[in-house]
């Protein structure tokens, strides 16, 4: 079992910026590949950003491309989503999950993800 463990979620207004954190708890995560889900309210949850296990390889969803950053720090056993020009369209919450069994992927593929954080909320006002 993998616990992950979300911080960084709050309230921004439109145009600025958060960054995102996501942790196992009790174990590495250095042979997982990682991503980062969001939901909003009546929506489905939305791919936005994955890193395979090495970091070498990343994929955004079209909404996000150019404006967040997916990273991970293995010495840190931590994932990062670097947020930039945040508008009221990227109002969510936002879950962090880990593929434990394809972990050369980064996949926008919700079912590939086995473990899945309890979720971070980001409010963006206009």
């Known amino acids: 079992q993998v616990q992950l463990v979300e911080s960084g979620g709050g309230l921004v207004q439109a145009g600025g910026s958060l960054r995102l954190s996501c942790a196992p708890v009790g174990r590495a995560f250095s042979n997982y590949a990682m991503g980062w889900f969001r939901q909003a309210p009546g929506k489905e949850r939305e791919f936005v950003a994955a890193?395979?296990?090495?970091?070498?390889?990343?994929y955004y969803g079209n909404s996000v491309k150019g404006r967040f950053t997916i990273s991970r720090d293995n010495g840190k056993n931590t994932v990062y989503l670097q947020m930039n020009s945040l508008n009221p369209e990227d109002t969510a919450v936002y879950y962090c999950?880990?593929?434990?069994?394809?972990?050369?992927?980064?996949?926008?593929?919700?079912?590939?993800?086995?473990?899945w954080g309890q979720g971070t909320q980001v409010t963006v006002s206009s």
């Open positions: 999950a880990a593929d434990t069994n394809t972990p050369w992927l980064a996949s926008r593929n919700l079912e590939r993800y086995d473990y």
């Open positions: 890193i395979n296990w090495s970091g070498t390889n990343t």
